[in-house]
Antibody, heavy 120, light 110 residues
Framework: QVQLVQSGAEVKKPGASVKVSCKASGYTFTSYAMHWVRQAPGQRLEWMGWINTGDGNTKYSQKFQGRVTITRDTSASTAYMELSSLRSEDTAVYYC?????????????WGKGTTVTVSS | QSALTQPPSVSGSPGQSVTISCTGTSSDVGNYNRVSWYQQPPGTAPKLMIYEVSNRPSGVPDRFSGSKSGNTASLTISGLQTEDEADYYCSSYTSSSTWVFGGGTKLTVL
């Protein structure tokens, strides 16, 4: 079955970077783009960016531009999201989600999320 | 990009119908049919309920329906059941080639 398995929880100090992985299975990885979405405690979902897993092209939210890098390894069917210059406000659950439909219209399969805690 | 506007909470009794609105602008909801809805029970990942304004993925009950008029999209849940209690988020593609989510709506089934 289609599945996205994310890496485990992380605890980071302010100023550090974190890299979260998302391994896809059950479908052809390069046929679907991948979104990254985060959710701070008690807050709304927030779109961070996405990657065309076929050619590697990316698009980022202006809010995270310059701090986020989304990459993929097609041989491992894995997408990655790296966020740098971490601050306490980046404490959140980070989700990967497969893009589905015309122009990646929606996010049809989600990973279980990776909790990132930023604390000194 | 500002978040789409949703009511913070809605409620209904089992068997009733509720509608959750999602208001954007002509730069997102009003100009694109890439509007989707997600259900998120506490402590779990979101689940796709409606895509491209009104399409239901397989496995989603037909009690869930979506529509759009102008800059406002709506999710209607008919025949409310206790298991429908969750947070609901809308999302839309934007003219900046990005996506934006709503602020979320907490549905309480009384």
């Amino acid at each position: 079955q289609v599945q996205l398995v994310q890496s485990g929880a992380e605890v980071k100090k302010p100023g550090a970077s974190v890299k979260v992985s998302c391994k896809a299975s059950g479908y052809t990885f390069t046929s679907y783009a991948m979104h990254w979405v985060r959710q701070a405690p008690g807050q709304r979902l927030e779109w961070m960016g996405w990657i065309n897993t076929g050619d590697g092209n990316t698009k980022y939210s202006q809010k995270f531009q310059g701090r986020v890098t989304i990459t993929r390894d097609t041989s491992a069917s894995t997408a990655y999201m790296e966020l740098s210059s971490l601050r306490s406000e980046d404490t959140a659950v980070y989700y990967c989600a497969r893009a589905y439909g015309s122009g990646g219209a929606c996010m049809d399969v989600w990973g279980k999320g990776t909790t990132v805690t930023v604390s000194s | 990009q500002s978040a789409l506007t949703q009511p913070p909470s809605v409620s209904g009794s089992p068997g009733q119908s509720v509608t959750i609105s999602c208001t954007g602008t002509s730069s997102d909801v009003g100009n694109y049919n890439r509007v989707s809805w997600y259900q998120q029970p506490p402590g779990t990942a979101p689940k796709l309920m409606i895509y491209e304004v009104s399409n239901r993925p397989s496995g989603v009950p037909d009690r869930f329906s979506g529509s759009k008029s102008g800059n406002t999209a709506s999710l209607t849940i008919s025949g409310l059941q206790t298991e429908d209690e969750a947070d609901y988020y809308c999302s839309s593609y934007t003219s900046s080639s990005t996506w934006v989510f709503g602020g979320g709506t907490k549905l309480t089934v009384l």
